[in-house]
């Protein structure tokens, strides 16, 4: 499985983005899927995970009711979204796709296959 990140960029506080995560490979729909993100200085932290079937989606607290995690398994397309709405400057970091052939997890170390990162840089 291979994962490419896209759609950041640099956006003012309140804005959205949509980033994409196109992934290539085998079996793809059977893999659970995440977001996460790096800021400078920091660790990588968990943002939001969504279930290889599409019925069970989960968020930091941090960006709950404002990141909608999404998947696109439909005709070969094998897309993951994240759809962030009110960002905030410190939602500013790399996001990161990953893919989890067994774990349904918030866990770093559980994650397969990671995408090359996407910048968020959120201005205020």
């Known amino acids: 499985v291979q994962l490419q990140a896209s759609g950041g960029g640099l956006v003012q506080a309140g804005d959205s983005l949509r980033l994409s995560c196109a992934a290539s490979g085998r079996f793809f729909n059977n893999y659970h899927m995440g977001w996460f993100r790096q800021a400078p200085g920091k660790e990588r932290e968990f943002v939001a995970r969504?279930?290889?079937?599409?019925?069970?989606?989960?968020?930091a607290d941090s960006v709950k009711g404002r990141f909608t995690i999404s998947r696109d398994n439909a005709n070969a397309k094998y897309m993951v979204y994240l759809q962030m709405n009110s960002l905030k400057p410190e939602d500013t970091a790399v996001y990161y796709c990953a893919a989890s052939s067994l774990y349904y997890t918030s866990r770093i170390d559980r994650y397969d296959y990671w995408g090359q990162g996407t910048q968020v840089t959120v201005s205020s």
């Open positions: 969504i279930s290889w079937s599409d019925t069970r989606t989960d968020y």
